[in-house]
């Protein structure tokens, strides 16, 4: 990180906050402190900015003898900015508002940075002062981490030892880790297969009259489920939830958040209509969910709407929550729902438009997404020659890499054959090849109804155009 932390701090206050602060430390008599601030927010590479931000400050020329000034102002400024961050922004008397501040603000690599040494402070206190920043971290690694094997096993080692190190007697921080286990569990499962830690041998419940402390257990099961059974657990947690009358709003946001997932559970069996009964009594509660939460919602909610062919309420949807999504896991993602949308109701003139820049994406898995939604765009182009060659390149480069869903390679060869099939003249021979291409594709669909192929990914597409070009 080469930018220091009051910078980033500085640029991250919106023009009415930077204002506020500017007052707010002259108030306390500290203007050398006020000129840096003003000199930090002005800049636009601080490393490049450094001898001209020195100039205004100290009226002197930088050298590398004067820097120990620059950097014991810094180190102030720094503090300054955290104290007004929390009392004047966050209004709450809490580091932990502050780290809140640096994930909405999507200053991830300051939050990671600062809080593991938080943590590593709170620790030497032999207390629980550091489990509520442990959660908070182990939060935003299941939320905005990228979905890469080596760092999820790394998390994994992290969390489970920390549940292993937690006594019972610290209930409600060892179930909230079993649960935020579970749940990056469920995402290693997702992505690349694995298993599920048994939940009942890494903790007994010893006190029976924690509600809460139950419902968190019952909760991370539910991650291990699948289908009828989760659906059933979520029932479960339901009724415990329902039991919590101390907290209305933590009792609101879960049993909100619990139907939200019972929504998604029904669309994945599929049972579309009881799915949109069930977003939708989530969605006129998004208000009360947290970020994640409502990044999941309206994630899963648009899955449902283009599966059940509601393409205008799915662009509707993502325009008015696309920004919710802006540095997460799903941002490149929801890119495939805006294009599929505005192609089945025939808008296709501006589909560029919502393709991310791929050389942005830091994903393997992603990157072949993004390339494969990009031969979508050509094929609607008619630039069938690069289409072709992008698809071919995609199959080559792929195939040999363990790590990467199968399905993308399988999916990429289809759509090589369809679009050589459909440019053959001898309509005998174009119909028995596009009769071969619809049996593969019908079979790729079943095969992968969880995973890439499901019913509102592109292999639905492919298969409409397919039986589409037969009929031509």
């Known amino acids: 990180m080469s930018n220091p932390k009051p910078y980033i701090l500085t640029h991250l206050l919106t023009n009415g906050e930077a204002e506020l602060f500017s007052k707010w430390i002259k ?13 930090l927010k002005s800049s636009n590479n601080y490393d490049t900015d450094k001898t001209s931000i020195f100039k205004k400050v100290y009226n002197d020329s930088y050298t590398i003898e004067k820097d120990y000034l620059l950097r014991n102002d810094l180190r102030k400024l720094s503090t300054e900015l955290t104290n007004f961050i929390i009392e004047e922004i966050c209004k709450i008397d809490d580091l932990l508002a502050y780290y809140d501040f640096l994930i909405h603000k999507k200053a991830f690599q300051l939050f990671e940075k600062e809080i593991k040494k938080t943590i590593a402070n709170y620790k030497k206190k032999n207390d629980e002062s550091h489990y509520p920043y442990q959660k908070l971290w182990f939060e935003y690694i299941v939320r905005y981490t990228p979905r890469k094997k080596a760092d999820l096993e790394k998390y994994h080692r992290i969390i489970h030892k920390t549940i292993s190190e937690t006594p019972s007697t610290a209930s409600y921080y060892k179930t909230n880790f079993i649960l935020l286990l579970s749940i990056l569990e469920r995402i290693r499962w997702q992505y690349f297969h694995t298993t599920f830690t048994d939940i009942d041998n890494i903790y007994n419940l010893t006190d029976k009259r924690n509600t809460l402390s139950a419902y968190y257990i019952e909760k991370a099961k539910s991650f291990q489920l699948f289908g009828i059974e989760r659906i059933d657990q979520l029932r479960i947690c339901i ?8 907290d209305y709003n933590l009792q609101l946001s879960e049993a909100t958040y619990l139907e939200s997932q019972l929504g998604l559970e029904y669309y994945l069996l599929p049972s579309f209509k009881e799915s949109q009964e069930y977003f939708k009594k989530a969605y006129k509660k998004y208000a009360v969910l947290d970020n994640s939460q ?21 662009i509707n949807l993502l325009n008015k929550h696309r920004r ?8 490149n993602s929801i890119s495939l729902f805006s294009i ?15 393709l991310p820049n791929i050389n942005d994406i830091n994903s393997k898995d992603t990157e072949i997404y993004m390339r494969i939604l990009e031969c ?5 182009e008619d630039n069938y020659e690069i289409c072709l060659t992008n698809l071919e390149n995609i199959y080559n480069t792929s ?5 990467l869903d199968q ?9 090589q054959r369809f679009i050589v099939a459909k440019l053959i003249f001898d309509k005998a021979d174009r119909s028995k090849k596009l009769d071969k291409c619809k049996s593969l594709s019908d079979k790729f669909i079943n095969a992968y109804k969880l995973g890439f192929g499901s019913n509102m990914l592109c292999s639905v597409w492919l298969n409409r155009e397919i039986k589409k070009s037969l009929l031509e």
């Open 27 to 39: 108030q306390r008599k500290k203007n050398r402190l006020a000129l840096l601030f003003i000199g």
């Open 239 to 246: 009724k415990i939830i329902e039991q919590i009358d101390t």
């Open 294 to 314: 409502q990044i999941q919602l309206i994630y899963n909610y648009t899955s449902l709407l283009t599966a059940s062919e509601q393409y205008n309420s799915v």
């Open 324 to 331: 919710i999504f802006l540095q997460t896991p799903y941002e």
């Open 340 to 354: 599929m949308a505005h192609i089945y109701i025939g808008d296709i003139k501006h589909l560029r438009d919502l």
């Open 376 to 380: 979508i765009i050509l094929y609607y």
């Open 399 to 403: 195939r040999y890499n363990k790590d």
């Open 407 to 415: 399905a993308y390679i399988d999916f990429s060869k289809i759509f």
